[in-house]
T-cell receptor, first 117, second 111 residues
């Protein structure tokens, strides 16, 4: 099992450019998440998908869009990148079965380091 | 406001010198508390989940404990390979059950 994979690993954009960050998981998990990590701040939730076919905003959704393409894949799109979006982006997934707290654990990918000039 | 605070921000230990990391939380309904390890340039790696006060979990040199207001990660006789940032996160029992992260403790273990 590869777990959670993310592409690309690194990306440099100019202000106003667009790009899509890709995430895939092979654990048959129901829920998927996108976080950003900035120095001095905890991981912050951007968007999540509780199950295939649903997406919802997290704590910091402005400037981002997401697509849950199928059960395995969850992409994050920056339509018009801004320097404030310079960050490390992590995708995560969890099984999340109702009534089973042990399935709440989120497993993280290796991250995408994005710089917006 | 839901909040997770970790202390200290950074900790330097000599190899074999045991210590504890703290994670205190104020949230409206705890569903679970998670500890992760993060190495530089990598994603968080899951260590433990604790669900109720009094619960303890162990893995090699690490032991996590939980009370009603805080959790401790005890590191016994650490080795240089234990050097990493340790993240605490709380899963709340409201709405979608959002995971709230602390800012982490950077641990450096010197030989």
């Amino acid at each position: 099992n590869a777990g959670v994979t993310q592409t690309p690993k690194f990306q440099v954009l100019k202000t106003g450019q667009s790009m899509t960050l890709q995430c895939a998981q092979d654990m048959n998990h129901n829920s998927m998440y996108w976080y950003r990590q900035d120095p001095g701040m905890g991981l912050r939730l951007i968007y999540y998908s509780a199950s295939e076919g649903t997406t919802d905003k997290g704590e910091v959704p402005n400037g981002y869009n997401v697509s849950r393409l199928n059960k395995r894949e969850f992409s994050l799109r920056l339509e018009s990148a801004a320097p404030s979006q310079t960050s490390v982006y992590f995708c995560a997934s969890s099984e999340r079965s109702a009534g089973r707290p042990s399935t709440d654990t989120q497993y993280f990918g290796p991250g995408t380091r994005l710089t917006v000039l | 406001e839901d909040q997770v605070t970790q202390s200290p921000e950074a900790l330097r230990l000599q190899e074999g010198e045991s210590s504890s990391l703290n994670c205190s939380y104020t949230v409206s309904g705890l569903r679970g508390l998670f500890w992760y390890r993060q190495d530089p340039g990598k994603g968080p790696e899951f260590l433990f989940t604790l669900y109720s006060a009094g619960e303890e979990k162990e893995k090699e040199r690490l032991k996590a404990t939980l009370t009603k207001k805080e959790s401790f990660l005890h590191i016994t006789a650490p080795k240089p390979e234990d050097s990493a940032t340790y993240l605490c996160a709380v899963l709340m029992n409201t709405g979608f059950q959002k995971l709230v992260f602390g800012t982490g403790t950077r641990l450096l273990v010197s030989p």
